[in-house]
């Protein structure tokens, strides 16, 4: 059984409906930012979660109407709770695993989206998954992907926030959180032989007032997202 399987019902309480305070301050509107038109578009999500992104995305996306979306995760109860809280009307809802082949066929997606998902698995996830997105995007298909950035995993190890792989969150739940330097990601981007761009993620204000133990690592990035265009 998947890890998200046990925590998904208390993760879906936890987050709720932006994703929590990170995403809801700083890292959503980031990630939109920097998705093109979907309008007739094929989009595949790798890891929903709670399932509450897609039609955020769609909402800011207005009057563009995709065509087919992919909606997947490797927790079963995650797509459960997505479907139960975030049902969208002609959206295929598919477990998908980082480890496996994706459930699309060849050159098939125009966009391929992730947010805090890669930064979860083992090396051999993260390149089966990036050899996965080079095989299902379109020529000219765009990616837009996010992790939890290495430096951040080190200084939360360092404080004792992370071990063994696993973040402790201040609601005492446990997020894996794999520690990598920045050119494994960087190699496997590489794969893709697609140009693209990496943007830091820093923390602000008002993320700072949540959560005040990270002023203490406020010069760290918490995240980075790398995408194509």
């Known amino acids: 059984m998947a890890y998200y399987d046990k925590i998904a019902a208390k993760w879906h309480k936890v987050t709720g409906y932006k994703g929590g305070s990170f995403k809801e301050l700083i890292l959503n509107e980031r990630i939109i930012s920097k998705v093109g038109i979907i309008a007739s578009k094929s989009i595949l999500e790798i890891g ?3 399932g ?8 800011r ?34 477990r998908l695993d980082l480890y496996d082949k994706f459930i699309v066929s060849d050159s ?13 698995v083992s090396d051999v996830g993260l390149e089966n998954g990036f050899k996965e997105i080079k095989r299902v995007l379109k020529n ?39 520690e990598r330097k920045l050119d494994a990601y960087l190699r496997c981007l590489e794969l893709l032989e697609l140009e693209f761009e990496l943007e830091a993620v820093f923390g602000n ?13 406020a010069e760290t990035p918490i995240a980075m997202i790398y995408y194509s265009k």
Do not use: C, W
Not at 155 to 169: A, C, I, L, P
Not at 205 to 217: A, S
């Open 48 to 50: 929903i979660g709670n």
């Open 52 to 59: 509450y992104f897609m039609p955020m995305l769609l909402r």
């Open 61 to 94: 996306k207005s009057g563009q109407v995709p065509g087919t979306i992919f909606l997947t995760d490797v927790s079963k109860k995650n797509l459960e709770i997505a479907r139960k809280n975030f049902k969208l009307r002609n959206a295929i809802y598919q």
């Open 108 to 120: 098939s997606m125009d966009l391929v989206l992730s947010t805090m998902v890669f930064n979860e």
């Open 140 to 178: 000219g298909g765009q990616f837009v992907v996010s992790v939890l950035h290495p430096e951040f995993i080190q200084k939360q190890m360092e404080r004792g926030v992370v071990k063994d792989n696993m973040m402790t969150s201040k609601d005492g739940m446990k997020i894996p959180s794999v």
């Open 205 to 217: 204000k008002k993320l700072f007032n949540m959560k005040p133990k990270l002023k203490e690592i």
